[in-house]
């Protein structure tokens, strides 16, 4: 169950394009919060509030090095997130194929092969 309100946690954190920004650019190497705050037309306060919700969530996390205080990407809380929709990708995955079988069948020989088992219409 813990999980289970982490993960509405972070989707939740993850609902607002600035925040899906910073995670995106924090991918690609750790950077301090007026680096992230750099093409925002916003202050480094209000980044720094997008920061907080990341940090709270566990996406985020913030070491201090000297004056500077860089921020880090957390992917064990992405591997959560990328489990939880790989199982649904899996099961609609699994329902195209049931699917296909299906068109197959009905293709081979021009009709639906459950209606001559008797099904209704």
Same mark, same amino acid.
């Given at each position: ?18 925040? +899906? @920004?910073?995670?995106? *650019?924090?991918?690609?190497?750790? &950077?301090? #919060?007026? %680096? $992230? ?26 070491? +201090? @090095?000297?004056?500077? *205080?860089?921020?880090?990407?957390? &992917?064990? #809380?992405? %591997? $959560? ?27 081979? @020989? ?8 008797? &099904?209704?219409?």
């Amino acid at each position: 169950m813990a999980d289970d309100d982490q993960l509405s946690r972070v989707f939740a954190a993850l609902a607002d394009p600035t925040r +899906r @920004d910073i995670v995106a *650019r924090l991918a690609a190497g750790d &950077a301090t #919060v007026g %680096d $992230l705050a750099a093409p925002y037309d916003v202050s480094v306060q209000a980044v720094s509030k997008h920061i907080r919700v990341l940090t709270d969530v566990g996406l985020v996390s913030q070491t +201090r @090095d000297a004056q500077r *205080r860089p921020c880090h990407l957390e &992917a064990d #809380v992405l %591997d $959560l997130m990328t489990a939880w929709i790989e199982r649904y990708r899996r099961q609609a995955q699994a329902r195209y194929e049931r699917l296909d079988d299906v068109l197959a069948e009905m293709g081979e @020989d021009g009709h639906d092969p459950r209606r001559s088992r008797g &099904a209704a219409s």
